[in-house]
């Protein structure tokens, strides 16, 4: 087994060649690494570009740790010298999740958060007094680099901070705010639901209005996102569709009707997204519908054309709504086909639209022959095979085209001419040989033009003992 040393076995080693052997941090730490290699140790588990204090030979990281530490407790009197600790500390815990581990290690988030504290309290305590903005700031803003990818940090005494923070009527400040909640939302479900049992979801509904900034809307929308994710493999059932169910009876409408309120496109974008995200239940698609919904939806997509992002979120939301067939019938009734084949035609380039778009038509047609109808008479077949002929390496794209054709002929078998006049065929056969796991799916499509393809029987066997045909 190789043998291994510890990270502060390693940087005191540095330390040595820097002080005692006037070497600088690089010569230092290749220096090092030559020692323990030809050693045989295995330096795996070493930071190995921790930046070093070239007159102490320690790392930067450790030492401002240590400085920001001695303020605790303390009057602050070098706010000036605090600020440019948090800043050194928010761009080293940037640098990888090995610094931000070691930072952790080093206390970092008990840190932040006690200065966190201190000021909220000291501004509590003094009548008149307003919270030092800088210093809120920049320990923010060392929390979210902290915090990333590691949400385990954030704990019960980072949530009563938070719940603080949101009582300071300072926009920057609430949108970091903001940002460290998503972070703390990420692959860590237990957050999530001490999050939502300690009513943030509510707090946020000022932040989400016509009157709000477009970055605070958008940050705000984020973190309704991030609480409905179901991202953490460590719980077996997690609480998404309920948390999911409770924002939805809470700002489903108020974010439907937002829709006509702004005009940028990545609002837009944000606000589709996170609809199309709450529409878990049927009930919220007719909601949505009866908000007015799909007619903003629509005009959305028509004004914004160009837009790759809108549409593309456009798109999705439309085929969550369809989850609810009467809200299905109702989005073709009122013209959905020529603006999805308006779309595709002008995104068909773009892998992720035309994904969008395909899945789309594919969910909409499914087991109605109306809505079928309404798309072909558009002429969008051509536009569909040609999208298909466009992405043969993309398995998703030929694979939601097999859906969307099969679902299109399988009820109106007299369109099949007109899909093979196409070359339909030889795209589907060349899906078929180069994306196996999507055979089922592009056999289909081709049984129900009424191709030549060969269907296998999945599943058979033989009976160990012969049934008895007589008494």
Known sequence: MAKVISQETFDEVVKENIVDFTMTPNEAKEETIKQFEAQGINLANIIKDLTINPETGKPVLNEILYEIKTYIGQNFNDTKKLLENLAVLDIECQKSISHRVLAGKNGAHEALVTLLEQELAHQQSTEGSKPNLPVLDACLKAANSFTNKQPDVFDAEALAVVLKLFAIMDENIIILTLQWLQKASVMHEINRQNIVNAGIVKMLKPYITKQSSLKLIREALAVLRYLVLDDDIRVEFGCAHEHARRIASEYIVDLTKLLSEFNDPNVLADLLLTIGTLAVRQEFCTTIEDAGGLKMVFEIMFINLNSVRVNREALKLLRAMAGNDTVKAHIVQQGAAPVIKQVLET?????????????????????????????????????????????????????????????????????????????????????????????????????????????????TGVAEKKISGGM
């Open 347 to 459: 995104h068909m380039a773009n892998e992720n639209v035309a994904s969008a778009a395909l899945a789309c038509i594919a969910t909409l047609t499914l087991r109605i022959k109306d809505n079928s109808a309404a798309f072909f008479a558009t002429g969008i077949a051509e536009s569909i095979v040609e999208t298909i002929r466009k992405h043969p390496n993309n398995k998703i794209i030929q694979r939601n085209g097999a859906w969307v054709i099969r679902n299109m002929v399988s009820r109106s078998r007299d369109q099949c001419e007109n899909w093979l006049s196409y070359g339909v065929e030889d795209l589907l056969n060349t899906a078929l040989s180069s994306h196996p796991s999507i055979q089922q799916d592009v056999k289909a499509a081709l049984r129900d033009l009424g191709c030549k393809v060969e269907l296998r029987e999945e599943f």
